[in-house]
């Protein structure tokens, strides 16, 4: 037996145990750096007049030599951040005349230190002429533009219909509509941002330590701001970064912001953000509202779909988006068996934060309205919640979507069965003893893994040259190496955000070298100057599994087969004889053997052993790119890799007279193929639920009309603690993937994805409910349900 | 955030403490925990240019004299509990979590007199008093008079000691708060079977915590008090929860305590 | 009466970990900025604003969230971080790792501290998941959804209990 597949104790983990870990906030990479503390807008709209000096006593020390402010006149030599949906309006790095939202940088204040570049910040009173704020996305679809330049605030429309060549008759059908808007919320990683920067005017070239965690396809934006070319931008990613989720990308404006302060001052630069900049200032998921149409027959089976989406982007689209509206787009039926599909899409700008990658990027907002509606046609057909999902579900794969996704692999009415089961579907008992009313819920969902940036083509202008560049980037690439003396490096072009990647990436090399995984070092820690990498790598879209697993087998293959060439010179054999296992390699005829790692060393110090002349020691690199991934035409997208399923149930008590709510149970089934690590495997599935269940019950980013955000601390966003976990059963079945190395898919959204939908689910049958309520599930949102006051957003 | 730059003095007693009150006026703070006021200090929501720490002076353990507790200004949360108060110990759980009961002080949460804390709440309903020290010596403030603001504590005073009832032997009470990202509200309540009496108190309105004492001692008219007392009253409206849902579950929850307290005074009394 | 002027330095004298140390310390340096200013990696920072836990130490015994403590109040003191809890934490340590406890880890150091305090204090007793959960409930982890931290505790409180009973 192999290793993967099996769940060896993580190599991250002593350190982090015995307090020794490092993260990028525990080293100084460049001595003599001066702090940066930005001073940001405290109003959402407005047009900035100046920005007065305070008063800040001066250190008694009279140390602080460095303080500086740093203002958008000094850094007139960066370019706002471009985007592929408008060139009339870009996000700048610092605001320039007008501020549109609520902590929007306005300059940098620096400092010797730290706490004497806050109090430079803090001093700085900025002059702004406040104007009204749209801090609503219905008020921004009808409402004046939030940007002088633009006639309206819809910055994307777009209309996709797929029409099967036979459409069902309609004289039967069913129309079924669910309209639901879900709010805004943020991924919260522990760990905060840290850009140290430096700039070398001899060479012209930015140095950047930052732990960033990708997609790398910004690298060159991030340049462009600086008005560099990429290759003079180089960036050192940290070996360990604290948590991502997917806002860590939202930093990239800021590394190209402190890298222009570090010019304008001469001097390295380092900014460290603050808890109030990360909730406030990052990003945040987007807020959406879709509504989503179904046609049914009266025997349940779904013909038709349509799904409307509109996107609050916040103040500007900072480019990934509108990717959040694409990355599901090929696979927006769901798990749902349905050809007949329209989908009309639209992003707004509103005075709010600019929207970004959060776990599940793009698909809790579908998920929630598709499943509701679902839900609601069930009602309406008096129909079981689970049966019309069982009705409806792909049966036979592959399956192509309308939208262009093949479905891969699966038996998804078994995984339905298997949740039901664990949840006691068809057992279940609404009676409580008390005056609590207890409910369950299910649902389903298809999750995506490694993106397809074809979703560019769909989201441009189609009369736009950006249309017409075919795009369909999303492998991998993996390296590994054997030194002198036979230890293996393996690098990856993903930095690790705590999945284990050293961990696993060790098992998959393993495999294919015959060796012990301890034998492995994995290196996490990017260097754009030195490291192989895409524009496609990073620490997102669930692209580990399937894109970096399977590139760190195809390189650890290359380097096995030159192995076994050196092997069988040695024991006087043919390589095709020879077996790498255990950390030998053994002629299979005669029973020889050599240590495997060991002929990798010698290969440094004596070259007559190499394959052939063109060889050398070994140090192979590998890209997975499976060709079923294409540049999308007629608006059909194979969004991604691979398509893993849930289904997800719960079993909650709501009490009426307080809106208190109460998870029993919850349980979640997956089929994401081969498991690599299953301690793992469990691990994100209950991680990405604690995110899924935190949006669900009140980890909102609201704001008031004035575009003021209420949540500027965690005192006032409240993460979901240990006490607030329901009991959780995890089960998973196994359909591999033919489009992977190790038929895995992705895992790690789904629960996030998910637990908004299921928790609507529940509550909707606890309360008994005509539609599937919206989150955020607080007690007083719950209590308003169950009492029937307040409107239904 | 980082807080703003201040001034950092440790006086070697209470009277040193007294004396830079008076010498600095609201421009200082007092600190003993800090755990409401440095995260404050540190998102620049509160500005203090002097903070008087009072934490380490030689404060006494908490001790029990007659049917009272003392718990002095330098007492963690964490030291108050399981010292003979039953409804500070049913409160004390819901106050923050563990490191910050570790840190905080109960005099200092109730110095610090936030609508919606838990200690107040306990405070009222258990009766007793604080006793603060100023430039013309000490003096007590009652409890009730105390939470609700009736008598306030001066910039130049320090509280030293807070004074709360114990109830009788054969007492129930009972605790209880719902919370979203903050609390919505909570109630508490004791029944006491050897004194005849009993007392309810509830959390959520703009003006403090609420108490009322059952006519004739009778606990099942607490809830009907309740109601009557609250009838003009505003419940605070917030982000966590508009006023209509907190007076709801204020009043919920005043019925669960109530039906909790009697439920345990019987068994003690058993 | 000791005075810090707003922008002075004074020296706090700590025994961090079992060694003495002294600090320099502003009037408003935090107690963790002050640790990590010698051990980086002992107590990281999540919020800086006592919300978060994973700064978490034990200052003269009991757990406290160091962002919210000012180093100049902490004269003296005895301040244990994960990094110094020795070798009676070391079952606690493998549960952890045995149980995949964490996975970016940032916040281990706060869970750590918090979960040898809990142990500490059990006498014996093997907790039930609630009260281990309320035990960390102090601490926020974005990772794990909690689970295979309360594991790891919970197999640590049977195997000691095993051991002394």
């Known amino acids: 037996m192999g290793w993967v597949g099996r769940s060896p104790t993580r190599s991250e983990d002593r350190a982090l145990v015995d307090g020794l870990a490092r993260f990028a906030g525990d080293v100084e990479p460049i001595g003599g750096a001066l702090h940066a503390a930005i001073v940001r807008s405290p109003v959402a709209r407005g047009r900035l007049v100046a920005l007065h000096p305070g008063g800040v006593e001066s250190d008694t020390r009279g140390k602080d030599r460095g303080a500086a402010l740093v203002t958008a006149a000094d850094i007139d030599f960066t370019r706002p951040v471009p985007n592929i949906l408008t060139d009339r309006v870009s996000m700048p790095l610092l605001a320039i005349d007008r501020v549109s939202y609520v902590g929007e940088p306005l300059a940098v204040a620096l400092a010797d230190t730290r706490d004497a570049a806050m109090d430079l910040a803090c001093s700085i009173e900025p002059e702004i002429e406040t104007g009204p704020a749209c801090a609503g996305l219905d008020f921004a679809v009808l409402g004046p533009p939030i940007h002088d330049v633009l006639d309206s605030n819809v910055v994307h429309e777009r209309t996709f219909r797929y029409t099967p060549d036979a459409a069902p008759g309609d004289a039967d059908q069913l129309s079924i509509a669910h309209d639901a808007v879900m709010p805004r919320s943020t991924a919260l990683p522990l760990e905060r941002v840290d850009i140290t920067a430096d700039f070398d005017p ?132 769901g798990p749902y068996d349905v050809q007949d599909l329209v989908v009309a899409n639209r992003a707004v700008l509103t005075n709010q934060v600019p929207s970004g990658l959060n776990r599940g990027f793009g698909a809790p907002q579908l998920f929630l309205s598709l499943e509701s509606m679902i839900d609601r046609a069930a009602r309406e057909l008096e129909l079981d919640r689970a049966e019309i999902r069982r009705r409806n579900v792909v049966g036979a794969f592959p399956h192509r979507c309308p939208g262009g996704a093949e479905l891969d692999s699966g038996d998804y009415v078994a995984v339905i069965d298997r949740a039901c089961e664990l949840i006691g579907w068809s057992s279940f008992d609404r009676a409580t003893s008390g005056t609590r009313r207890r409910g369950i819920g299910l649902a389903c969902s298809v999750e995506t893994s490694g993106n397809n940036l074809g979703y560019m083509n769909l989201a441009a202008d189609p009369d736009s040259p950006a249309a017409r560049v075919p795009r369909s980037g999303a492998g991998a690439v993996a390296a590994i190496a054997i030194d002198p003396v036979g230890s293996v490096t393996v690098h990856l072009d993903a930095p690790d955000c705590g999945q284990g990647y050293r961990t696993i990436a060790a098992q998959v090399a393993a495999d294919e070298l015959g060796v012990d995984p301890e034998a492995i070092r994995v290196e996490t820690a990017l260097d754009t100057a030195s490291d192989g990498w895409l524009l496609t790598s990073g620490n997102y879209a669930n692209r580990f599994s399937t894109a970096v697993a ?86 059909a997208l194979q969004t991604s890799f691979t398509y893993s399923f849930q289904c997800d149930a719960a079993i909650v008590q709501v009490d009426p007279a307080t809106g208190e709510l109460a998870i029993e149970s919850y349980v979640s089934v997956h089929d994401a193929g081969t498991v690599l690590h299953p301690a793992s495997f469990v691990g994100q599935v209950h991680g990405g639920l604690a995110h899924g269940l935190g949006a669900a019950l009140g980890e909102e980013i609201a704001y008031d009309e004035d575009g003021r955000p209420s949540a500027t601390s965690l005192h006032s966003y409240a993460p979901l603690r240990a006490t607030r976990m329901p009991p959780v059963v995890v089960d998973h079945l196994e359909s591999p993937s033919p489009h992977t190395v190790h038929g895995a898919k992705g895992i790690g959204d789904g629960c996030a994805v998910l637990a908004p939908a299921v928790l609507a689910s529940a509550i909707g049958d606890a309360l008994e409910l005509a539609r599937n309520p919206t989150p955020p599930f607080t007690p007083a949102r719950v209590w308003e349900l169950a009492v029937g006051l307040g409107s239904d957003r | 955030m980082i807080a703003a730059p201040f001034e950092y003095v440790r006086p070697d007693s209470v009277d040193d403490a007294v004396a830079l009150l008076a010498e600095h006026g609201n421009r200082a703070r007092l600190l003993a925990g800090g755990q409401s006021l440095v995260p404050e200090l540190i998102a ?129 009470v009972a605790f209880d708060e719902v919370a979203g990202v903050g609390t919505v509200a909570a109630a508490a309540a004791i029944v006491d079977w050897s004194t005849m009496t009993a007392a309810l108190a509830v959390s959520g309105a703009t003006t403090g915590p609420i108490r009322v004492d059952a006519p004739d001692g009778d606990p099942d008219r607490l809830i009907t008090a309740l109601e009557a007392e609250t009838a003009t009253v505003e419940f605070i409206a917030d982000a966590t929860s508009p006023s209509l849902h907190r007076r709801a579950v204020a009043l919920h929850l005043a019925e669960r305590v109530v039906a909790l307290a009697q439920q345990r005074a019987e068994e003690g009394a058993q | ?89 070391e079952d606690l340590r493998l549960a952890l790792m045995e149980h995949f406890a964490f996975q970016c880890g940032f916040c281990a150091s706060g869970f750590v501290v918090v979960a040898a305090e809990f142990l500490g204090g059990l006498e014996g007793e093997i907790p039930d998941e609630a009260a281990i959960r309320e035990a960390i409930a102090g601490c926020v982890c974005r990772c794990t959804g909690y689970a295979s931290i309360v594991a790891a505790i919970r197999t640590v409180a049977a195997e000691r209990a095993g051991e002394t009973g």
């Open chain 1, 550 to 635: 399977s590139a760190v087998a195809e390189a650890s293959r290359k380097a096995a087969e030159k192995l076994r060439h050196v092997a069988a010179a040695r024991l006087g054999t043919t390589p095709d004889l020879i077996d790498l296992v255990e950390g030998q390699a053994i002629d299979r005829t005669s029973g020889a053997s050599t240590p495997v790692l060991r002929l990798g060393g010698q290969l440094h110090w004596d070259l007559a052993q190499r394959p052939t002349a063109l060889d050398g020691p070994i140090r192979e690199s590998a890209y997975y790119a499976p060709g079923h991934l294409r540049s999308p035409e007629a608006g």
């Open chain 2, 44 to 172: 620049r929501s509160t500005e203090a240019s002097v903070l008087v720490d009072i934490g380490s002076l030689p404060w006494a353990s908490p001790s029990i004299r007659g049917a009272t507790l003392t718990i002095e200004a330098g007492t963690t949360q964490a030291d108050a509990a399981g010292q003979g108060c039953r409804i500070l110990d049913a409160a004390l759980p819901w106050v923050g979590h563990a490191q910050t009961r570790n840190r905080g002080t109960v005099v200092g949460s109730l110095a610090q007199r936030d609508p919606l804390a838990e200690i107040p709440l306990a405070f009222v309903l258990a009766g007793g008093h604080v006793r603060v020290v100023g430039p013309e010596g000490t003096r007590a403030i009652d409890a009730s008079r105390f939470v609700s603001g009736a008598e306030v504590v001066r910039d130049d005073e320090l509280i030293i000691e807070s004074v709360w009832n114990l109830g009788g032997s054969q007492c129930g």
């Open chain 1, 202 to 333: 001899g060479s012209g070239r930015y140095t950047v330590w930052a732990n960033y965690g990708g997609p790398m396809a910004l690298h060159a934006v991030m340049a462009s701001c600086l008005g560099v070319a990429p290759a003079d931008l180089r960036l050192h990613i940290s070996e360990r970064i604290g948590g991502n989720f997917g806002i860590k990308q939202a930093m990239y404006p800021m590394i190209a912001l402190v890298a222009a302060a570090a010019r304008v001052v001469g001097r390295p630069v380092r900014w460290r953000e603050t808890r109030a900049e990360s909730l406030t200032a990052a990003s945040a998921a987007s807020e959406r509202r879709t509504i989503v149409t179904g046609g049914f027959g009266r025997d349940g089976k779904l013909h038709s779909l349509a799904v409307e989406q509109t996107e609050n982007l916040g103040a500007y689209v900072r480019t990934p988006e509108p990717a959040g509206l694409y990355r599901m787009h090929g696979a927006i039926t």
């Open chain 3, 1 to 89: 009466m000791k005075r810090v002027g707003p922008h002075e330095a004074s020296p706090v004298h700590l025994v961090l970990d079992g060694t003495p140390v002294v600090l320099e310390a502003s009037s408003r340096q935090s107690l963790a900025e002050a640790i990590r200013s010698v051990k980086p990696t002992a107590v990281h920072l999540g919020c800086e604003e006592g919300a978060c836990g994973s700064c978490t130490v034990m200052v003269d015994g009991p757990t406290v969230r160091s962002c919210t403590v000012l180093a100049v109040q902490c004269e003296s003191a005895a301040v244990t971080t994960a990094a110094g809890l020795g070798d009676r934490a």
